[in-house]
């Protein structure tokens, strides 16, 4: 688990796509400051992707990247001398600054725009799944390379696509930042609307599994009886 709190910008040494047992790997330095108490086998977010270390010394790390990852992230594309987002994972001790992020990337998104707003920088993202644009919400959480930020404005029709603001102090602390339209960023929606999501669905078919289609469509003509008063 992971807050979307970046901790250190690392720099991409190497990917290894044939790395043995551990399949592709990925070598990752300038993060001695993440490194100071690192274990072998801990988590630690790249990129907002939950890997694990499989090597590590004062300054530089390596960690094992599955097929899945590399299908569902923008790892594969990574080179020598990119920067990436680092966090570990959080501890009990640590103050929770952003929202609950899993580490695990639901898709990738293309960067469409990016505007300034006196300081700020205005980015519109398209994600490469538009279906999970029904969980993302103005004013709501979403991790973007692995940093928690607040969704802006969404467009589920025209653009299929939804936006955030990055402050100053924001773009000297993250990638993303420095990315431009065309590049691809790693996204992990909120997880409590897809819990939601499942939860009610699984509600909905109990219902219905009980008392049939009945309840639901006087349900429905009462909410469209609502709105047509509201109109008139």
């Given at each position: 688990?992971?807050?979307?709190?970046?901790?250190?910008?690392?720099?991409?040494?190497?990917?290894?796509?044939?790395?043995?047992?551990?399949?592709?790997?990925?070598?990752?330095?300038?993060?001695?400051?993440?490194?100071?108490?690192?274990?072998?086998?801990?988590?630690?977010?790249?990129?907002?992707?939950?890997?694990?270390?499989?090597?590590?010394?004062?300054?530089?790390?390596?960690?094992?990247?599955?097929?899945?990852?590399?299908?569902?992230?923008?790892?594969?594309?990574?080179?020598?001398?990119?920067?990436?987002?680092?966090?570990?994972?959080?501890?009990?001790?640590v103050r929770f600054g952003g929202h609950f992020v899993?580490?695990?990337?639901?898709?990738?998104?293309?960067?469409?725009?990016?505007?300034?707003?006196?300081?700020?920088?205005?980015?519109?993202?398209?994600?490469?799944?538009?279906?999970?644009?029904?969980?993302?919400?103005?004013?709501?959480?979403?991790?973007?390379?692995?940093?928690?930020?607040?969704?802006?404005?969404?467009?589920?029709?025209?653009?299929?696509?939804?936006?955030?603001?990055?402050?100053?102090?924001?773009?000297?602390?993250?990638?993303?930042?420095?990315?431009?339209?065309?590049?691809?960023?790693?996204?992990?929606?909120?997880?409590?609307?897809?819990?939601?999501?499942?939860?009610?669905?699984?509600?909905?078919?109990?219902?219905?599994?009980?008392?049939?289609?009945?309840?639901?469509?006087?349900?429905?003509?009462?909410?469209?009886?609502?709105?047509?008063?509201?109109?008139?």
């Open positions: 688990m992971f807050t979307g709190i970046v901790e250190a910008i690392g720099t991409i040494k190497e990917l290894i796509e044939v790395d043995g047992e551990n399949g592709s790997s990925l070598v990752i330095t300038d993060c001695d400051l993440i490194l100071e108490d690192a274990h072998l086998g801990d988590s630690i977010a790249v990129n907002g992707t939950c890997l694990t270390i499989t090597e590590f010394d004062s300054t530089t790390f390596k960690v094992g990247v599955s097929p899945e990852s590399l299908r569902r992230t923008n790892l594969g594309l990574l080179k020598s001398g990119d920067k990436v987002n680092l966090e570990r994972a959080v501890a009990s001790h899993q580490g695990h990337i639901d898709t990738t998104a293309e960067i469409l725009s990016v505007t300034p707003d006196g300081e700020a920088l205005t980015f519109w993202f398209k994600p490469k799944d538009p279906s999970l644009l029904r969980f993302i919400v103005e004013k709501g959480f979403i991790a973007i390379d692995g940093a928690s930020l607040t969704v802006i404005d969404v467009d589920d029709n025209d653009k299929q696509a939804f936006s955030i603001m990055l402050i100053s102090y924001t773009q000297d602390k993250i990638v993303t930042a420095k990315k431009h339209p065309g590049d691809t960023v790693n996204i992990e929606v909120d997880l409590m609307g897809k819990l939601l999501e499942k939860q009610v669905i699984l509600q909905i078919d109990k219902q219905l599994s009980q008392q049939g289609a009945t309840m639901f469509e006087d349900m429905i003509g009462k909410m469209i009886d609502t709105k047509l008063k509201a109109l008139q």
